[in-house]
């Protein structure tokens, strides 16, 4: 390969990159991204970054994730703010915004995910976060003499925002429209002791809530509830999800299905084309599942299998690292690593749940652990995820 071009400048795109330059791949790098940023790491957007002193700078200041002697190892070339709008893999092109083509031999996909969004009135004080800039904007209007917030939908990313506004010492309601928030990440009973955190604090949840639309004329005012109850907001936050982003890659023949579909290894049906990061859906060996992770770890490790694998012209390491992802909130750190499967048990190994010390819990199935979830244990969740990532994987139900 003489040329490869990674789409996306951000986590998993940066770790393929370097993955490329690990492997002795010296040919021709470019890196393409939407954003005028140089890579940066989000997950403090929603937490140190919104309740931070210091105000953002013009630069990336601690939330860089290159410096500048490593961007001259890496030796790559940045077209920033330019949007790869279409692919040709057999004819080696990328297109991008304005008309331009690359010529490539490889392609890294690594485009992340895009907000989902409601289909409400368009108001301004009405919030998602996923980029910088995105979280600039509400930094900004929460330090405006903000008073009232409304988060929509109570995920990690939910959570989180409202966990920030609340040590803002903001009035936060949360309103989910699951009975229960979290419970397909961490079933009823673990997803019922971290729903507690919101209320613990002072934060109002509301579950079983719809939303039926937004209210204000210009600015929003209030959040209308499809039971008729309205509340009142200076500010609201949707956090209800994302879309892979892989609109551009539409007519590219690659198949597509809630991401770009990929081997165990991240190679696409296209030896020359991989896909890394929240955009991916790998499959599962020996199951007819396949899966997309949208945590921070999964994004870094697969950056350096799908390097190994394109320079190989074919998958020969799969990407079997143990999913894992963390969650700052009210002062807690929830880690979860596994598998688990909805009819996994749980099992309190330490702590409790009731009180505000912390705990480890393992989910079991027939009695072999399958997931690991801690809150404030950080170092017996860390033991645990070791033992759980060496020892073999139960079967699936
Ligand atoms: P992204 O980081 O989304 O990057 C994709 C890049 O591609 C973007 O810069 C985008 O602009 C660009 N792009 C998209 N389309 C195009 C195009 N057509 N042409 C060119 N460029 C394009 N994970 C955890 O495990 N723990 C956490 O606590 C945590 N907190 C988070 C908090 C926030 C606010 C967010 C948003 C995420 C958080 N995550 C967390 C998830 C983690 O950050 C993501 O899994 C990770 O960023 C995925 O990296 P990525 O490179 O695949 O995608």
């Known amino acids: 390969m003489k040329a490869v071009t990674v ?23 470019v890196i393409v991204g939407e954003e ?18 210091a105000e953002p700078g013009e630069g990336l200041g601690a939330l ?17 703010g330019v949007r790869a709008e279409g692919l040709d893999a057999a004819a080696g092109e990328v297109r991008l915004t304005g008309g331009r083509t690359l010529r490539t031999d490889g392609v890294v996909i690594a485009t992340g995910a895009a907000p989902r969004t409601l289909r409400t009135p368009d108001l301004t004080g009405v919030h998602t976060l996923r980029t910088l800039d995105d ?46 928030p979290l419970v397909p990440q961490l079933g009823e009973e673990m997803a019922r002791v971290c729903a507690a955190l919101h209320s613990g604090s002072g934060v109002r949840l509301l579950c079983g809530a719809g939303v039926a639309t937004l209210r204000g004329t210009g600015r929003v005012t209030g959040v209308e509830l499809t039971d008729g109850r309205v509340l009142p907001a200076d500010v609201v936050v949707v956090g209800v999800g994302v879309r892979p982003a892989t609109g551009w890659l539409e007519g590219s023949g690659l198949a597509l299905d809630d991401g770009v579909l990929c081997d165990e290894g991240c190679v696409t049906a296209l030896p020359n084309v991989v896909a890394v990061g929240d955009v991916a859906r790998l499959a599962q060996p020996g199951t007819a599942r396949t899966v997309r992770a949208e ?45 688990r499967e909805p009819a996994d048990t749980v099992r309190i190994l330490e702590g409790d749940t009731a009180g505000g010390g912390g705990f480890l819990a393992v989910y079991e199935r027939d009695t072999s652990p399958t997931a690991v979830l801690g809150v404030n244990r950080p170092r017996s969740f860390t033991r645990l995820r070791r033992e759980l990532a060496r020892a073999p994987q139960p079967a699936g139900r």
């Open 7 to 29: 789409v996306g400048a951000s986590l998993a795109g940066l770790h393929a990159a370097r993955g490329l330059r690990a492997q002795g791949y010296e040919g021709r790098l």
């Open 36 to 53: 005028r940023h140089r890579p940066y790491d989000r997950p403090p957007l929603s937490k140190d970054f919104l309740t931070g002193e």
């Open 64 to 80: 860089a994730l290159t410096d500048p002697e490593e961007e001259a190892e890496l030796d790559a070339e940045w077209l920033l």
């Open 135 to 180: 979280a600039a904007r509400l930094r900004a209007e929460l330090r405006a003499g903000a008073a009232r917030v409304v988060v929509i939908g109570a995920g990690f990313i939910g959570a989180e925002v409202a966990s920030s506004c609340a040590a803002l010492g903001l009035e936060v309601t949360v309103v989910e429209a699951a009975p229960l």
């Open 295 to 339: 945590h921070w770890t999964s994004g870094v490790a697969q950056g350096a299998v799908a390097a190994r694998n394109l320079l190989a012209g074919s998958t020969v390491e799969p990407f079997g690292a143990l999913p894992y992802f963390w969650s700052d909130q009210y002062g807690a750190r929830i880690q979860f690593a596994g598998r």
